[in-house]
């Protein structure tokens, strides 16, 4: 069974920073795309960083220079460095992969900018 599990979500202050991270059991990132979306009430969830099989990455122009996307294979693990965050960067947070036709989500995890 498939599980990505994210964890690191808060409150933050404008400025801060915070570091996301997702694990994933019984699948291995190292073998196929991963991103991090967002969501906020509403809306539907948002591409906020990918990194292909390649392991060249692409940032929404909203976070470049602030966001960081790096991963441990050893672990199983990938993460998003969060710096200057703003207001507009308050959203749940989901980490995401696939295989063949199957999509795989984490649950989420709360992201909350605010002073």
């Known amino acids: 069974q498939v599980q990505l599990v994210e964890s690191g979500g808060g409150l933050v202050q404008p400025g801060g920073s915070l570091r996301l991270s997702c694990t994933a059991s019984?699948?291995?990132?190292?073998?196929?795309?991963v991103a991090w979306y967002r969501q906020t009430p509403g809306n539907q969830r948002d591409l906020v960083i990918q990194m292909f099989t390649d392991g060249t990455t692409s940032y929404d122009d909203s976070v470049k220079g602030r966001f960081t996307f790096s991963r441990d294979y050893a672990t199983n693990t990938v993460y998003l460095q969060m710096n200057k965050l703003e207001p507009e960067d308050t959203a749940v947070y989901y980490c995401y992969t696939k295989r063949g036709w199957i999509d795989y989500w984490g649950q989420g995890t709360q992201v909350t900018v605010s002073s």
């Open positions: 019984g699948i291995a990132f190292s073998d196929g795309p």
